[in-house]
Nanobody, 121 residues
Framework: QVQLVESGGGLVQAGGSLRLSCAAS????????MGWFRQAPGKEREFVAV?????YYVYSVKGRFTISRDNAKNTVYLQMNSLKPEDTAVYYC?????????????????WGQGTQVTVSS
């Protein structure tokens, strides 16, 4: 059984930065794709970034967010810079089998509990 635990969310002013972490247990981390998604109130869960065969980002965060992973620590990170109020959401990390460009929530097998990110204007 895989467990994913996110941390690092919080309240930040527009233009600020946050780094989210997601620690995984129970699997050989380096063999899997790790993704970040977010969900704002009243909206569907949205793909943000993935570390699979390569790294990919949704257009709205390119140049501002960076996904990285430390396989020795079984941890994936999402560095978020130049935050905007529209980035406000609950952020989730997710794990999928294999290493690929998975951007759909249905492609992921395991999910964390989510961490709230609130960006004030």
């Amino acid at each position: 059984q895989v467990q994913l635990v996110e941390s690092g969310g919080g309240l930040v002013q527009a233009g600020g930065s946050l780094r989210l972490s997601c620690a995984a247990s129970g699997r050989t981390f380096s063999s899997y794709t790790m993704g970040w998604f977010r969900q704002a109130p009243g909206k569907e869960r949205e793909f943000v970034a993935v570390s699979g065969d390569n790294t990919y980002y949704v257009y709205s965060v390119k140049g501002r967010f960076t996904i990285s992973r430390d396989n020795a620590k079984n941890t994936v990170y999402l560095q978020m810079n130049s935050l905007k109020p529209e980035d406000t959401a609950v952020y989730y990390c997710a794990l999928a089998g294999g290493r690929s460009r998975y951007t759909q929530p249905t492609q992921y097998n395991y999910w964390g509990q989510g961490t709230q990110v609130t960006v004030s204007s």
